[in-house]
């Protein structure tokens, strides 16, 4: 049954409390065993109640994991007994549900491959052509551009147009909707391959071969190549061309499709049994699409699937949470809050590194008020597999206003400058021209973003625990992880994000856990995934502009922490019946 909006909004989700560990299955060691095993040890006691396990737990083959082929387990890294484990350690687990896309190589994508319009999966996926026939006009390069009035509206993640074309064995073209990454590699091609082809001889065959690679090294689409010159011929090389070419995508879903629902409650039906308690809804601000809409957080459509994909979940008893990257200023986290659903706070990271660097407690706690006098439930982080967001902290105009954002535009630059001196990379958003209009992201790992100083780290991580919400660990920045440029440098698609994706091997954990850096972090880490203190009143004592004091009070405990921003010494107490006790203090 569909949700009124009205019984979303007097519905709030609740997130369960504790420390979250984020990591792929196989980040330590060569799977999830390896992970689980370090988990039981000693200096891990009490630390986490949470685990959120990126989506590698599944079958998939690009972007690390979010190109889902399909949601069963993948059993090179997980086992189904590594689940119960987890259990067994009191750690309830957090999985995706990537929403917008699947990948070419999913059962649906294979089969409307093979089978073309007599595939019950012929509506699964988004024929560019067909969604904007209305609304384009057909290029040379076979697919429709959008009127420039829509096309103008687009939001894109990468250069170029959202589409990946598609050769089918009847020899016809297709063109699909590609949001994200796709990666399209070619064999080798040489005269031999078309000399079989009847009526082509040897230097009709050089000269094709040599114009088909002109083409593929200029990057341009196949589509678009002229061959009228060989007649009949055309088809038979275009066949052979297309066995060479080796392609991946995340290809977008039509939430048009009934068929696409069942998807849908299939899958979180089967994440509820591997005893996931949270799903993450990746990419869902692109679900859903209509022409002459933005195509990101389209109003009221994407209030709709959300409520549809809650109605599910509370079926098989798990909690959802759209993931979004927006600028502050448009307010699109206060909309999500207010229909009753918890945020990633994007926000934190970014102006945790601006108060460090500048000495100054303003933007972060303008951020804290903002979370308690409004009510949001945050899940919070330094690093993550993604980059540290700068998009999320600008301001933007919405219905001819313009809102601030948590940090000026000149702040913002400043910030990405100083991570990118300390080694990080960029990554941008682009118009359908393939010119970047704005900084997106900077790939690099936190530590290595602080300038890889360890009080610095210290104190970051005492800010994060101290901070509402759920606070959610990536594995490398725990144990101080630096930039990882080879890895960067190796990657392809999305391979700037392997900076900040170094598999540990057991041997760096072992000589991690001795490192003092990392201890203290799980100090601080145990102390808010234990202490009463934080099930309680969260206050802020007013202070210098270089100074941060916070203290959370429990009628059992109270926790606090007083810190300099400009030399970053800091203490943490904590007092309970045992006393006032001071658990940590560090002078510059």
């Excluded at 996926?125 to 009127?147: Q, S, Y």
């Excluded at 629902?261 to 949270?278: P, Q, V």
Aim: hydrophobic share 40%.
């Amino acid at each position: 049954m569909k949700l009124m909006k009205t019984e979303v909004m007097s519905t709030k989700i609740a997130l369960p409390k504790g420390v979250m560990f984020n990591a792929y299955p196989d980040s330590i060691g060569r799977n999830l065993a390896d992970t689980i095993h370090m988990l039981k040890r000693p200096e891990f006691k009490d630390v986490f109640s949470l685990f959120y396990i990126l989506p590698t737990i599944f079958h998939s083959d690009l972007d690390r994991g979010f190109s889902i082929i399909n949601y069963d387990i993948n059993n090179k890294l997980v086992d189904p007994q590594d689940l119960d484990e987890l259990n067994k350690l009191g750690i309830e687990i957090k999985l995706d549900l990537v929403l917008n896309h699947l990948s070419v190589r999913s059962p649906q994508f294979v089969d409307l491959l093979l089978n073309g319009n007599d595939s019950p999966y012929r509506d699964f996926f988004i024929d560019w052509n067909e969604f904007w026939k209305d609304h384009g006009t057909m290029g040379e390069e076979g697919h429709i551009v959008p009127d420039k009035e829509h096309l103008d509206k687009l939001f894109m993640r990468k250069p170029g147009l959202p589409i990946l074309t598609v050769y089918f064995p009847d020899g016809t073209f297709k063109t699909y909707w590609n949001t994200f990454y796709q990666k399209v590699d070619f064999d080798e091609i040489t005269a031999q391959d078309f000399t079989h082809i009847k009526g082509i001889d040897q230097q009709l065959a050089t000269c094709i071969a040599h114009h088909i690679k002109f083409v593929i090294k200029s990057n341009r689409r196949l589509e678009s190549v002229d061959l009228d010159y060989l007649a009949h011929h055309k088809d038979a090389v275009f066949e052979v061309v297309q066995r060479k070419r080796e392609f991946l995508g995340q290809m977008d879903i039509n939430a048009h499709s009934e068929l696409v629902w069942e998807f849908y409650d299939e899958t979180l039906r089967k994440l509820s049994g591997y005893g996931a308690k949270i799903v993450r809804l990746d990419a869902f601000a692109y679900l859903h699409k209509e022409p002459g809409q933005t195509n990101f957080f389209n109003r009221p459509g994407t209030w709709d699937y959300l409520e549809r994909l809650r109605a599910i979940a509370e079926k098989y008893e798990l909690i959802i949470f759209p993931e979004i990257h927006v600028e502050y200023g448009a307010g699109i986290h206060e909309e999500i809050a207010q229909e009753g659903y918890p945020i990633y706070d994007f926000f934190f990271p970014g102006l945790v590194i601006n108060a460090l660097d500048q000495g100054n407690n303003a933007a972060l706690l303008h951020w804290i008020s903002d979370i308690r006098t409004r009510g949001l439930q945050t899940i919070n982080m330094l690093g993550s597999h993604d980059g540290i967001p700068v998009l999320d902290l600008k301001g933007k105009e919405v219905n001819g206003s313009y809102r601030p954002g948590l940090l000026s535009d000149e702040q913002i630059e400043a910030t990405i400058e100083d991570i990118i001196k300390r080694g990080g990379k960029t990554k941008n958003l682009y118009n359908a021209d393939g010119k970047k209009i704005d900084y997106y992201q900077v790939n690099a790992t936190f530590f290595s973003a602080l300038g890889e100083d360890e009080q610095k780290l210290r104190l970051a991580r005492a800010i994060q625990m101290f901070m509402p919400g759920v606070p959610q660990v990536w594995y490398l920045d725990l144990f101080a992880g630096t930039n990882d440029y080879a890895a960067a440098e190796r990657g392809r698609t999305a391979g700037h994000k392997e900076i900040n994706r170094t598999t540990l091997k057991i041997i760096d954990i072992e000589s991690g856990l001795k490192r003092p850096i990392v201890l203290d972090q799980l100090k601080l880490i145990r102390l808010r995934n234990t202490s009463t203190a934080f099930n309680g009143e969260m206050k802020i004592i007013e202070t210098e502009p270089h100074l941060l004091h916070i203290s959370w009070q429990h009628p059992e405990a109270t926790a606090t922490l007083k810190a300099d921003l400009c030399d970053h010494s800091f203490t943490v107490y904590q007092d309970d019946d045992a006393g006032d006790v001071v658990l940590m203090s560090f002078e510059s």
